[in-house]
């Protein structure tokens, strides 16, 4: 604007120095222009989302910026969805950055990976230079874990209780004795045995184990498919959180129960596709 009134300005009066200011005013306009259009060359943003993401849950997904450029750093970068950015004020060249975004996903199943937008206002803010990033990635929403009260479960075997494996744990009752190999805590160590027989021997304890259970998709409670899908997803965090092998089944399709961090994903993951697939 201020350009254009002097523009105006050197037309009316014939003034050369407003003429060579106009000039100086719109060379540097341009000069701005292609830096900042330089700054967003070379540059590629990838997202990696959590490992659960759940349906109306605000998560933080994880954000990597990369310069390929061989010599010059990327400046004033900013990575944007909606009204969440991270900015990355110098990424080096050939090196890459890592920042944190707030993104909620409505739904359960499969969603695209979030659109974004890179964007610097380099070198002086007079334009706003961006880009839109996509990517063909898919994230899997998980059903959002809704309390169940355990009376309003259909299938009387539903419980927490619990018994002896013969699995090696840190809790239950002595399994066997064996020979002390090195990393074992000290207070596993067996003392009397060991003055005994001159040398160390530690003992081996079962874990405890609780009786595995398989839960059918169609008779957890809940007034439609979507309370089921709710239900189904805090019992199965809850049962694994406390140690409990889970499955699920739906007609033949059967999950047998198992524990761990991915089975917990598998069967979050069949819960988050019901229908759908």
Same mark, same amino acid.
């Given at each position: 604007?201020?350009?254009?009134?002097?523009?105006?300005?050197?037309?009316?009066?014939?003034?050369?120095?407003?003429?060579?200011?106009?000039?100086?005013?719109?060379?540097?306009?341009?000069?701005?222009?292609?830096?900042?259009?330089?700054?967003?060359?070379?540059?590629?943003?990838?997202?990696?989302?959590?490992?659960?993401?759940?349906?109306?849950?605000?998560?933080?997904?994880?954000?990597?910026?990369?310069?390929?450029?061989?010599?010059?750093?990327?400046?004033?970068?900013?990575?944007?969805?909606?009204?969440?950015?991270?900015?990355?004020?110098?990424?080096?060249?050939?090196?890459?950055?890592?920042?944190?975004?707030?993104?909620?996903?409505?739904?359960?199943?499969?969603?695209?990976?979030?659109? %974004? &937008?890179?964007?610097?206002?380099?070198? $002086? =803010?007079?334009?706003?230079?961006?880009?839109?990033? +996509?990517?063909? *990635?898919? /994230?899997?929403?998980?059903?959002?874990?809704?309390?169940?009260?355990?009376?309003?479960?259909?299938?009387?075997?539903?419980?927490?209780?619990?018994?002896?494996? %013969? &699995?090696?744990?840190?809790?239950?009752? $002595? =399994?066997?004795?064996?020979?002390?190999?090195?990393? +074992?805590?000290? *207070?596993? /160590?067996?003392?009397?045995?060991?003055?005994?027989?001159?040398?160390?021997?530690?003992?081996?304890?079962?874990?405890?184990?609780?009786?595995?259970?398989?839960?059918?998709?169609?008779?957890?409670?809940?007034?439609?498919?979507?309370?089921?899908?709710?239900?189904?997803?805090?019992?199965?965090?809850?049962?694994?959180?406390?140690?409990?092998?889970?499955?699920?089944?739906?007609?033949?399709?059967?999950?047998?129960?198992?524990?761990?961090?991915?089975?917990?994903?598998?069967?979050?993951?069949?819960?988050?596709?019901?229908?759908?697939?």
């Amino acid at each position: 604007m201020l350009t254009l009134l002097i523009g105006f300005a050197a037309v009316n009066t014939g003034n050369n120095l407003l003429y060579l200011l106009v000039s100086a005013l719109l060379g540097f306009m341009a000069v701005s222009g292609v830096l900042g259009k330089w700054n967003l060359s070379g540059i590629s943003v990838n997202c990696h989302p959590p490992a659960e993401v759940y349906d109306g849950l605000t998560t933080l997904m994880k954000v990597e910026l990369f310069n390929r450029r061989r010599w010059l750093p990327g400046i004033l970068l900013e990575v944007g969805y909606y009204d969440q950015k991270a900015l990355f004020p110098i990424v080096d060249a050939k090196s890459s950055q890592q920042r944190l975004l707030e993104i909620t996903f409505e739904g359960r199943g499969q969603h695209p990976a979030p659109t %974004l &937008r890179l964007s610097s206002r380099f070198p $002086i =803010n007079f334009f706003i230079r961006h880009k839109t990033l +996509e990517t063909e *990635k898919f /994230i899997t929403v998980f059903p959002r874990p809704q309390l169940c009260p355990m009376d309003q479960l259909q299938d009387p075997n539903i419980q927490f209780g619990n018994s002896l494996s %013969l &699995r090696k744990g840190q809790d239950g009752d $002595i =399994n066997r004795i064996s020979n002390y190999r090195g990393g +074992e805590p000290l *207070k596993r /160590i067996h003392w009397k045995l060991s003055a005994r027989q001159g040398q160390l021997k530690v003992k081996e304890l079962s874990t405890t184990a609780h009786t595995p259970l398989i839960l059918e998709i169609n008779q957890l409670p809940g007034a439609n498919l979507e309370q089921k899908l709710q239900h189904g997803a805090y019992l199965v965090t809850r049962m694994l959180r406390s140690g409990r092998p889970v499955g699920l089944q739906n007609g033949t399709m059967v999950i047998p129960p198992d524990t761990g961090l991915h089975h917990k994903q598998r069967l979050l993951h069949t819960l988050a596709l019901y229908g759908q697939d």
